[in-house]
Nanobody
């Protein structure tokens, strides 16, 4: 399975972007999907994750109320709507998929699939 993230770009503070992550080469039936980000000089951090059914989701405190994750299982795609963007949101955003929802918070190093990342730059 390959994950391809898209939708990144340059936006002014306060603006919005919508990231997409499409899976190909197989099915992600039963997989949780999520987004991580890594800024220059910083460690990778979990942004958000959504369960296969969409019933459960988790957001890091620094994006609560601003970002929304959703998925379309028929299209094998997960989305990240990012509103009220801040310069601190500047990072490469990576989508990921794993059979375990909790793996995103407990053992992210062992996650099954990773996308290549898309750059998000927020100017002040």
């Amino acid at each position: 399975v390959q994950l391809q993230a898209s939708g990144g770009g340059l936006v002014q503070a306060g603006g919005s972007l919508r990231l997409s992550c499409a899976a190909s080469g197989g099915t992600l039936s039963g997989y949780a999907m999520g987004w991580f980000r890594q800024a220059p000089g910083k460690e990778r951090e979990l942004v958000t994750v959504i369960s296969w059914s969409g019933t459960n989701s988790y957001y890091a405190d620094f994006v609560k109320g601003r970002f929304t994750i959703s998925r379309d299982n028929a299209k094998n795609t997960v989305y990240l709507q990012m509103n009220s963007l801040k310069p601190d949101d500047t990072a490469v955003y990576y989508c990921a998929a794993d059979r375990s929802y909790v793996a995103f918070t407990t053992t992210p190093g062992g996650i099954d699939y990773w996308g290549k990342g898309t750059q998000v730059t927020v100017s002040s």
